[in-house]
């Protein structure tokens, strides 16, 4: 039988990356996920992403969204098209598949993620 999920009952080995080369724009930051969740079928996964500032190009797949909520920092997300959100602590957002454009870490910053990362 499935077993609940549950973050504040431990911390699983985080997973350390910096943004590739070609896209980075700004610093070289750290990057550092705790993934609590992955589906059996792969397809969907949930967990902790903790950031130091800096700033990167995001090309999101066609079949990929994801849903963030940040526990703690600053971030800001613009569209290929100039828009810009801000999101700090206790604010959600969802970045859609098929999404192009800079992510740029303002304050050192926690979120939760679940992606959901669907075949095309």
Not at 53 to 81: H, M, Q, Y
Request: aromatic share 10%.
């Amino acid at each position: 039988m499935p077993k609940l999920t549950v973050f504040a009952a431990g911390s699983p080995t985080p997973a350390f990356d910096r943004p590739r080369p070609d896209r980075l724009v700004r610093g070289n930051p750290l990057r550092t996920t705790h993934e609590h969740f992955v589906a059996p079928q792969g397809d969907l996964c949930a967990g902790v992403w903790a950031c130091e500032p800096g700033a990167w190009n995001i090309d999101f797949a066609p079949g990929k969204d994801e849903f963030f909520c940040v526990i703690e920092g600053r971030l800001r997300i613009t569209g290929s098209d100039g828009a810009a959100a801000e999101f700090g602590p206790g604010q959600a957002g969802v970045i859609p598949a098929g999404f192009r454009g800079l992510f740029e870490v303002l304050e050192p910053v926690r979120k939760h993620y679940v992606v959901l990362e669907r075949p095309c």
